[in-house]
């Protein structure tokens, strides 16, 4: 069946006080999104979604990179749902998705692997993580622990 990467990096690195988007900090004299995207290389397709507004500076980063891997770029929307949407839409059916954050580039090919493989059915499958950290509730004040033995960390890729 063929794979598909619907890579989203809509972020302005506001929470970082950035004034470079974290996808575009550079690793190792490479921006983190080209990391990234070389994650899903062996792909039948990428697809990209960025702000409008960012992908001028985007291209001039591939080209002063010499950025060859082949992808599509898909304009982001207000939010990651949205973002993740507008990259959905131009996706055929039929074909397994994974859906990665951009500034995610330490994933092994082992976990895409076995996430493909737990997929067969088409379900869908997300890696998680138990809670290690104490974690509470806190609703008009009032503050409730959770048991973590319930809870986990979703990450991605979303398959």
Not at 125 to 144: L, Q, T
Request: charged fraction near 25%; include cysteine.
């Amino acid at each position: 069946m063929k794979k598909v990467a619907l890579i989203v990096a809509g972020g302005k690195g506001e929470r970082m006080n950035s004034k470079i988007p974290k996808q575009f900090l550079l690793l190792n004299n490479v921006p983190i999104l080209m990391h990234t995207i070389k994650r899903f290389a062996n792909f039948e397709e990428i697809f990209l979604v960025l702000p409008k507004s960012q992908f001028d500076y985007w291209n001039k980063l591939c080209k002063d990179s010499d950025f060859s891997c082949q992808y599509t770029l898909i304009e982001g929307g207000g939010t990651r749902f949205q973002s993740v949407k507008n990259g959905l839409e131009k996706i055929e059916s039929g074909v397994i998705v994974m859906i990665h954050d951009g500034v995610r580039p330490i994933i092994s090919k082992d976990l895409i692997a076995r996430l493909i493989a737990q997929n067969k059915k088409g379900t869908g499958v997300v890696p998680i993580i138990p809670m290690k950290e104490s974690i509470r509730k806190v609703e008009g004040g009032k503050s409730k622990h959770l048991d973590r033995k319930n809870l986990f960390q979703v990450q991605t890729p979303q398959c």
